[in-house]
């Protein structure tokens, strides 16, 4: 009996331990996936802002008087330094011929494997980035989410950007099925989701301005504006207060001078007013409008390419996404949307308007020759067409080491 407590206790001991070395490569197996080679990291920048050049303007003197001694005002803008902090957690594969940069990561890194349609590694790529910014006063909250998954036969994507000081917001979703045509080449094929926030086309303050309403007299019928331009400074609690005077020559003059809701002046005239106060006033009224509009999510079918050779003295990357002209919208008013960007007109959206189609793509390239050990030639470039953007950068370099 105490031989067969023994060994049944010897057998437990062998089953434990084998569930505890399965559980111990379960773990690590997750752990190689989701973290091993990652990094996280907390960074930041501090520098001075951009001098602005010296602005005076000048207001009545303390009697009001339009001829008076005026007061001088400096309307220079002053800012308090700029900077940027950030943390995050980062994964993400670079090619032979990317070169880290720096000894640390600061999240202002741009891999190729974010835009370029395959990956150096198969597996789980990601970046997770979120950044707080100060530039000239006004504070920003940046992120890039990026999570990516490549295999021999696959590529899925998730991707959200937010940079404040460009107003950008941009959100995407891609499968796609890869083939490979021999080591280097491979074509692929799938469905992208995108949004945009932008109601292209679409000018408020334009429309706004350009209603007209019809008096008929003696049987004529006229056309006037509906909403004068001034008007539109009433709108925002602006006045304009009508006023005589005379020039040094003794002529009588008369106009309309203006002032803000405050009570300050801000124009000596109409056309002053609309030279200057009323521009801001269309930006803020066309901005105060584009806010209501939902933001808009668009599907598209896109097909791509890439194509990596390396070698140590030679290297050409290029890739490439044709995202095809059937986008269809799930979200947002289609209204607004690109389909009809061209649809717009002064009196709104035309009653005729057919929706209209359009061709979005990316390309990058990357080339190096090292022609000996002392001359080498470089080019790195990207360029990106999305509906009416249209991003690119590229750089080029001719190196001369001397021994």
Do not use: C
């Not at 957690?89 to 032979?96: P, T």
């Not at 504070?139 to 990516?148: G, Q, W």
């Not at 899925?156 to 959100?171: H, I, M, P, T, W």
């Not at 801000?266 to 803020?284: G, P």
């Amino acid at each position: 009996m105490k031989k067969t407590i023994l060994l049944l206790l010897v057998l437990i001991g062998f089953g434990l331990n084998a569930q505890e070395k399965e559980k111990g490569r379960f773990f690590k197996s997750i752990y190689d996936e989701l973290f091993k080679y990652s990094t996280i990291y907390v960074a930041g920048d501090m520098q001075n802002p951009k001098e602005e050049a010296p602005d005076y303007f000048v207001r009545p003197g303390e009697d009001g008087g339009l001829y008076s001694v005026p007061q001088v005002v400096d309307g220079t803008n002053y800012y308090e330094f700029d900077y940027r902090y950030g943390i995050g957690i980062r994964k993400l594969a670079r090619y032979d011929y990317e070169v880290k940069g720096k000894q640390y990561y600061d999240g202002t890194e741009n891999n190729v494997g974010l835009s370029a349609t395959n990956s150096p590694v198969k597996g789980l790529e990601y970046v997770f980035h979120w950044e707080k910014e100060r530039e000239r006063d006004e504070l920003y909250d940046n992120h890039r989410y990026f999570l990516k998954h490549s295999g021999k036969y696959h590529m899925v994507k998730l991707e959200s950007r937010a940079q404040g000081k460009v107003n950008f917001d941009y959100k995407s979703a891609e499968v796609r099925a890869k083939l490979p045509i021999g080591k280097k080449f491979s074509v692929s094929a799938g469905v992208i989701y995108r949004t945009h926030e932008r109601p292209y086309g679409y000018n408020p303050v334009e429309i706004w301005l350009n209603e007209t309403t019809e008096y008929v007299v003696d049987g004529q019928v006229y056309e006037y504006p509906t909403n004068p331009w001034y008007t539109l400074g009433f709108y925002y609690g602006y006045d304009d207060i009508y006023y005589t005077s005379e020039d040094q020559n003794g002529n009588q003059i008369s106009d309309w001078y203006w002032v803000d809701p405050e009570g300050e002046i801000v124009a000596y005239s109409d056309l002053q007013f609309r030279d200057t106060v009323f521009a801001e006033l269309m930006n803020r009224y066309n901005e105060e409008m584009w806010e209501g509009i939902d933001d808009f999510g668009v599907v598209s079918p896109v097909v791509g390419f890439d194509f990596y050779h390396y070698k140590n003295n030679f290297w050409l990357h290029a890739y490439g996404s044709y995202l095809l002209p059937y986008h269809e919208y799930v979200h947002g008013d289609t209204d607004f949307s690109y389909l009809n960007r061209n649809n717009w007109g002064l009196g709104g959206l035309r009653e005729d308007a057919e929706p209209e189609q359009w061709e979005d793509y990316q390309a990058g390239l990357v080339f190096g020759w090292k022609l000996n050990r002392s001359i080498g030639l470089f080019f790195e470039g990207e360029y990106t067409k999305f509906w009416d953007s249209e991003i690119y950068n590229s750089s080029v370099g001719l190196n001369i080491t001397f021994r």
